[in-house]
């Protein structure tokens, strides 16, 4: 339980710096019910994940990599195939150009929890 209050603070407040409150508040709902659990499914250590939500920092880290494929599985923005769901409601911050670049620039990543990652470090960087 710590963790996730631990978590819910820092992501708010790291956001709130960077992003306008309505895609503050899309990235809070998609997210935060799956932190948790995607913390325990991948074996992400807690502290990279920290650093990844803060500072948007992509170390080269298996454990990381899967904890971002369960996350962007678990909010449905990929299919669990690594396929990206251009259906489900994106952040109006988030062109659906800039989505299908990095898609494209993945398409061919065989390894579910690299394409995630890939889409992921495109996507925000």
């Not at 306008?20 to 508040?25: D, G, H, I, L, V």
């Not at 454990?63 to 109006?92: A, E």
């Amino acid at each position: 339980m710590k963790l996730i209050v631990v978590i819910l603070v820092v992501v708010s407040g790291s956001y709130a710096q960077t992003m306008s409150p309505s895609a503050e508040k899309w990235f809070e709902d998609k997210v935060h019910p799956f932190l948790s659990k995607c913390i325990c499914a991948s074996g992400a250590d807690e502290a990279v994940v920290l650093e990844w939500l803060n500072s948007q920092k992509f170390p080269n880290n298996a454990c990381l990599k899967c904890f971002i494929k369960c996350i962007l599985i678990s909010s449905d923005l990929i299919y669990g195939d690594g396929t990206v769901n251009y259906l489900t409601r994106r952040s109006p911050e988030i062109s659906i150009v800039r989505i299908k670049s990095c898609d494209n620039q993945t398409v061919y990543e065989t390894d579910l929890c690299q394409r995630a990652y890939d889409i992921d470090k495109c996507i925000r960087m």
